[in-house]
């Protein structure tokens, strides 16, 4: 069974913060996703990674994908409490049609 | 444009009783999947339809869980009977097309059951 691991699994910060979720796996990727679910919602598409060592940036968030394209990041700067949520990575194994949902990690950015 | 709608946004069961829920993908979206999200947890895939076809349901308990997708468009799941283990939110989401290039899924908001 593949699995993604995502860590921290929570992270409780301060509003201006920066921080550093990671998504990783022993399987080889050809995409990867990361996604934000707020309470009572369904997840939101926030970027789609395909090479490895692809970086991508959506405004103060940085996503980068792995050189061996086994792991991700997703790095936000100068965290607000509009970005409290679960983050969740997908990744479509090579060879494969479906995406795999990570193990999520819970944020919660206090004013 | 219409997002995925998802019905009904919450139900609480006893055990052993069936539920169904009902899922209207974005239109002109070939692609629907069924996703299970137990709390705390990344959601896990139940069944995913192409067209009205069955794509993947290699992880649906099929001893109690049935879908279908009449027609190509709207969907419905259903489990007969419920176990407490199933609580859990029910997400539906839609994509235009799924094969082995990047595709982008649209979710619903999910139905959220209770088994007690």
């Known amino acids: 069974t593949q699995l993604l691991e995502q860590s921290p699994q929570f992270l409780s910060i301060q509003e201006g913060e920066n921080l550093t979720v990671y998504c990783n796996s022993s399987?080889?990727?050809?995409?990867l996703q990361w996604y934000r679910q707020e309470p009572g919602e369904g997840p939101v598409l926030l970027v789609t990674?395909?090479?490895?060592?692809e970086v991508k940036k959506l405004k103060r968030l940085t996503f980068q994908f792995g050189d061996a394209r086994k792991d991700s990041s997703l790095h936000i700067t100068a965290a607000q409490p509009g970005d409290t949520g679960l983050y969740l990575c997908?990744?479509?194994?090579?060879?494969?049609?479906?995406?795999?949902f990570g193990t999520g990690t819970r944020l919660k950015v206090l004013a | 444009e219409a997002g995925v709608a998802q019905s009904p946004r919450y139900k609480i069961i006893e055990k052993r009783q069936s539920v169904a829920f009902w899922c209207n993908p974005i239109?002109?979206?070939?692609?629907l999947y069924w996703y299970q999200q137990i709390l705390g947890q990344g959601p896990k895939l139940l069944i995913q339809f192409q067209n009205n076809g069955v794509v993947d349901d290699s992880q649906l308990p099929k001893d109690r869980f049935s879908a279908e997708r009449l027609k190509g468009v709207d969907s419905t799941l259903k489990i007969q009977p419920a176990k407490l283990e199933d609580s859990a939110v029910y997400l539906c989401?839609?994509?235009?097309?799924?094969?082995?290039?990047?595709?982008?899924?649209?979710f619903g908001p999910g139905t959220r059951l209770t088994v007690t």
């Open positions: 997908a990744g479509k194994p090579s060879g494969t049609y479906k995406y795999i």
């Open positions: 399987s080889v990727f050809s995409s």
């Open positions: 239109s002109g979206h070939a692609t």
């Open positions: 989401a839609s994509s235009p097309s799924a094969g082995g290039g990047v595709t982008e899924q649209y």
């Open positions: 990674v395909v090479t490895g060592g």
